[in-house]
């Protein structure tokens, strides 16, 4: 099952970009440009399998740590767990490029698969590659960066204490969940995709102040159950993307459509004046943005 996976998702890769191109994701705080050089010259190499044990002691500082994460092809699982650290887990794989590296500073740990340049091969034996992390976080406060590929994730970040969230990636599949509160505030969380499925649940645990969600050619929902703790402003841009947005009833939510070109559709608790779709309801205001190009819009309670 986790080769068929892998084969899928390279092979969505290749679709979605040129053979000898550079693919640059969205800039990040990272300082490098976000380039992933595909080179299709040799196939990979297979090895026996690996599993290594990751494991990042927690920063001493005082500061917020900061933790980036850099992952190319294959399936990336995140959750929380209750630990002495801040990172642990396993990275399992076949192919020596795909070996994890760790870099650790006073306030910032980097963990990559092998260097920034993440090489796709000729289709011969994709079907025999396998690369898999399974990493869980620790509630030390950090700000979180992932930066991927095209992949297969599963994030749980429910009841971590993250101060920040940016997640960029390529070509994929992705389900992200709080599934319970963020414990701490978090002042922003920017998701950017290209021609990816992605499904964000309960958002209102993040516990968020902003959110921007950057979208091309996909699906994408965005689930903003859970419980709203403050006022939320909440931009969304999604080019031909089909987006659904889901506020449960009972929530304020302020639901602004601008620059649309494709189709809006509506539950029947909302109202409508212009292009403005409102919820009325109780507590904090959920205030929502959204550019959807020659997309689609659903929203739905």
Known sequence: MKNKKFLAFSALALITLACGVTVNT?????????????NFSDAFVIVPMVTEEIFVASLETDETAE?????????????????????????????????PEITVNDESVRLEQGSVDYQFPNFP????????WDLQ????????????????????????????????????SVDVSFSDPNLIEMESFVYATGASEVTLSNLANANLETMSFIGGLG??????SGELMRDTTVVVEA???????????????????SNSLGSVSVGSA?????GVYTLTGDGPTLRINVDIGAGSLDLRN
């Open 26 to 38: 969205p800039n990040n705080s990272s300082g490098s440009d976000g380039g992933i050089n595909i």
């Open 67 to 99: 933790l980036s994460l850099y992952f190319g092809a294959g399936e990336l699982k995140i959750s929380p767990a209750e630990f002495e650290g801040l990172l642990s887990g396993t990275a399992t794989y076949n192919v020596e490029e795909f070996k």
């Open 125 to 132: 034996n994709y079907e025999d590659v396998e690369n898999e």
């Open 137 to 172: 976080l620790s509630t030390q406060r950090m700000k979180l960066e992932i930066n991927a590929g095209a992949y297969r994730g599963e994030l749980e970040l429910g009841g971590l204490s993250l101060e920040t969230l940016a997640i960029y990636d390529g070509a994929a």
């Open 219 to 224: 699906d994408y929902e965005l689930d903003f």
């Open 239 to 257: 080019g031909l993307g089909n987006v659904t947005i889901v506020v449960p009833e009972g929530v304020n939510a302020i639901v602004t459509v």
């Open 270 to 274: 909302w109202s409508r004046v212009g």
